[in-house]
């Protein structure tokens, strides 16, 4: 079960990706986030894009990250300059430096 919904979700980006590729006269497509360290996306893309003639750019897995690190950066620089959150979480606060 979990390899068909990998499958089916991979399918789904790639093919949804291709499209907006195709509708935007792109030339090259390019894998980032967390979601770029899986094996069965890489592969899928660089079958479907090459064969549509997409350069396609794929990023060593190492700098495949996903945001929980830059939040937890930003949050880190926050507390370290001594702000503190006030009470409720904000979604839309604003990532800047806290120096």
């Given at each position: 079960m979990c390899?068909?919904?990998q499958e089916a979700v991979a399918e789904t980006l790639v093919d949804k990706a291709l499209r907006a590729a195709r509708n935007f006269k792109a030339k090259d497509l390019v894998l980032g986030g967390?979601?770029?360290a899986n094996s069965?996306?890489?592969a899928?893309?660089?079958?479907?894009g090459a064969a549509e003639g997409f350069g396609?750019?794929?990023?060593?897995?190492?700098?495949?990250?996903?945001?929980a690190a830059m939040i937890a950066h930003a949050a880190w620089r926050r507390l370290s300059?001594?702000?503190r959150a006030g009470g409720a979480c904000d979604p839309a606060l604003p990532l800047r430096s806290w120096r």
């Open positions: 390899a068909s919904f967390g979601v770029a069965r996306l890489r899928l893309l660089a079958e479907k396609v750019r794929l990023p060593a897995r190492i700098l495949c990250t996903d945001n300059a001594g702000r």
